[in-house]
């Protein structure tokens, strides 16, 4: 099994870690999601037994079918068998990667890949004293620098543009970083499909985009996207500047949460750094298993003894 975590570091005080808050939900489990996939012919099947958790299919090159459920609250294994049983998904193998940690599916032999990640939530839900008190303080001298740079920061709907300079930017990284996201369509797709509710974030030096952000909101929620600055853009601590705007547009628009994504102290300590920086806090998620119910009392054994690596820290 894979192990992944974040190291004690750059791990704020046990205080700052969420780890039972209510959230307005992930975007993997929400009706704009949902919506996105759908118009994109790939229409999700519902779980009405199970808080209406989204679960996407396809199917394998040796034609066996897969199941997943991503970000979804599963704290009830009995209901996870029943549900799935009920809506003709009692023989697939399913990938499950839960909202919080659930050792508890071991007990109905699902079988854990990965160990849990961390990400950062931002909390919106405070007034904007109270959220500039809890950026860091580098983060904050660099806002303040970013603040008195001559920025212009424009916001505006995500353009319906595959060939755009932040997707493009977007996708050198990820070739250069060898990591893999949504693909551009469906991006675009998603902008399509909610109107008013992918939003792209600039700053520009001149005429210049030196930094841009593009937020999806889904519900109350919202997730930071994709991101991108220049060499000049980081000298300016731009992307500061934009994050800090971003809150207070989501916050103006009654969002309660912005979901700033993995938090990944080995391959991006930078990064990580940057997040947490804004006051964020860290949650654990679920880790991903493996389940195939039909097999899943012959998996049970196996699974107990990785039970403890899935539990929250």
């Not at 909202?99 to 961390?118: C, K, R, T």
């Amino acid at each position: 099994m894979l192990d992944f975590h974040a190291p004690t570091d750059i791990k704020p005080p046990p205080a700052a870690q969420d780890t039972s808050a209510p959230s307005p939900g992930a975007l993997a489990q929400s009706a704009e999601f949902h919506r996105t996939l759908t118009a994109q012919g790939h229409a999700p099947v519902i779980l009405p037994e199970l808080g209406n958790a989204l679960v996407t299919q396809r199917r394998l090159a040796i034609g066996l079918p897969l199941a997943m459920i991503n970000r979804a609250t599963l704290s009830a294994p009995s209901s996870l068998l029943k549900a799935l049983q009920a809506n003709d998904l009692g023989r697939t193998p399913v990938i499950l990667s839960p909202e919080h940690p659930s050792p508890e599916l071991a007990e109905i032999g699902a079988l854990p890949l990965v160990s849990p990640a961390w990400i950062a939530r931002l909390d919106l839900s405070t007034d904007v004293d109270h959220r500039k008190e809890a950026l860091h303080q580098k983060w904050r001298n660099r806002l303040t620098r970013a603040q008195s740079n001559g920025l212009r920061v424009t916001r505006q709907n995500m353009p319906l543009d595959a060939s755009h300079w932040l997707f493009a930017a977007d996708q050198s990284q990820q070739r250069q970083r060898r990591y893999q996201s949504w693909p551009v369509h469906l991006t675009l797709a998603y902008a399509k499909e909610n109107k008013g509710k992918a939003k792209l974030f600039q700053a520009f030096q001149g005429t210049e985009p030196v930094a841009a952000i593009l937020i999806l909101r889904h519900g109350r929620g919202a997730t930071y996207h994709i991101a991108h600055a220049t060499e000049r853009g980081k000298s300016l601590s731009a992307h500061n500047l934009l994050i800090w705007e971003t809150m207070a547009w989501l916050t103006a628009k009654g969002c309660t949460q912005l979901d700033l994504g993995l938090i990944n102290t080995e391959e991006a300590p930078g990064l990580a750094r940057f997040k947490l920086g804004t006051g964020a806090r860290l949650s654990q998620l679920g880790g991903t298993w493996v389940l195939w119910p039909s097999l899943g009392r012959l998996f049970s054994p196996l699974a107990r003894w990785d039970r403890k690596l899935m539990s929250a820290m």
